[in-house]
């Protein structure tokens, strides 16, 4: 009996090794180890009716042989599962991998950070400011006399107020009409040396076209010390404007109206698409009109609460969204605010 269960052994382990499926494999363990007709199952059967001297011996080298086919199947079916599995979850490592959609910044956010390096490195500060002001903000400590008509060129948006509630006219609220209602209010809490830009939304009730919008983006800037001049607003200006526009550009002023400055300008840029040759974009004058600007009313500084006559100083409000459209060459100030995916990723 022993050389017939070694011979079962290894016919059992060498039918288990060619096995390619589960299904091959059960039809072994039929065969070997099943419960009615298996071949071991068989031999243990008989071990019982052995004599007494063989019974023992022959009794465990058939349970020994049992175990050792038993494992060896155990094995083999793992491995065949396991195979299975990874021909089914089967992937390439080599394969690079899907890249997250990650955002970037606004074409407007980066032109801020530019404008604000540029400044910072000419000793500028950087304040951020109210988009909900006053009339005395956003007006009337700038030179604007009360109901003065230059107050309608701003379009502005009143906040509703309570009709019963009698507010008094420097109190009424309104979104601000541009970035200068941030002059006074930091001029108050800060005294000269002064030089700083206002970055920020302003708002106005535009009949919106590709060049206004009821949302748009100045930069406010001013300086305020003893001595300050013309000459250093335009050197400003033109530093400004060659670096972000990577190349030398020429600036002329020419004559503009606003009641907080005096002198005022408007500051024109040669055009860059043209290289002041004149082009579409400058409409064939060479020039492009960028930046508002002037030397600072003498009551505005008197609503700062500077000592009379003390004091001279420049400001600036600049298109920020022009200047973004002119670097970038955008033809549309709305696509700014739009939320248009196919406009934001091309930048
Ligand atoms: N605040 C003015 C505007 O929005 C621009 C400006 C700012 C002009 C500073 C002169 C000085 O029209």
Request: proline letters at 5%.
């Amino acid at each position: 009996m022993p050389e017939q269960i070694e011979k079962i052994r290894q016919q059992a382990l060498s039918d288990i090794g060619r096995c390619r499926s589960e299904k091959e494999l059960e039809n072994v363990r039929h065969k070997y180890l099943g419960r009615q007709d298996g071949q071991l199952t068989a031999i243990l059967r008989q071990v019982s009716r052995l004599p007494e001297d063989q019974r023992q011996a022959t009794g465990s080298l058939a349970n020994r042989t049992r175990a050792e086919v038993e494992q060896a199947w155990q094995k083999k079916k793992a491995g065949i599962v396991n195979a299975g599995a990874t021909q089914a979850g089967y992937f390439d490592i080599t394969v690079p991998g899907t890249k997250p959609a990650t955002g970037h910044l606004h074409p407007l956010t980066r032109i801020r950070l530019e404008v604000q390096e540029i400044f910072k490195s000419m000793g500028f500060m950087v304040q951020e400011g109210n988009e909900l002001t006053d009339l005395y903000y956003n007006f009337l400590s700038l030179n604007f006399p009360e109901n003065h008509p230059a107050m309608d060129s701003y379009d502005t948006f009143f906040i509703k107020e309570d009709p019963k509630q009698k507010i008094e006219l420097e109190k009424r609220q309104v979104m601000r009409a541009h970035t200068s209602n941030m002059q006074v209010r930091i001029m108050e809490k800060n005294k000269p040396p002064l030089k700083v830009i206002v970055p920020g939304r302003c708002f106005r009730n535009e009949a919106t076209d590709a060049s206004h919008d009821h949302t748009f983006h100045q930069i406010e800037g001013f300086v305020v010390d003893e001595n300050i001049s013309i000459a250093n607003l335009v050197y400003t200006q033109k530093v400004l404007l060659s670096k972000i526009f990577g190349q030398e550009v020429k600036v002329r002023l020419r004559p503009g109206y606003f009641p907080f400055v005096e002198p005022g300008f408007e500051l024109d840029c040669s055009c860059i698409i043209c290289g002041g040759q004149g082009c579409s974009v400058c409409k064939r004058t060479g020039w492009v009109e960028l930046i508002p600007c002037g030397m600072i009313h003498p009551k505005v500084l008197e609503s700062a609460g500077y000592p009379q006559g003390k004091y001279t100083g420049f400001a600036f409000g600049m298109g920020w969204s022009r200047l973004a459209m002119m670097k970038y060459e955008i033809d549309d100030i709305r696509l700014f605010m739009g939320g248009d995916l196919r406009f934001l990723q091309q930048f």
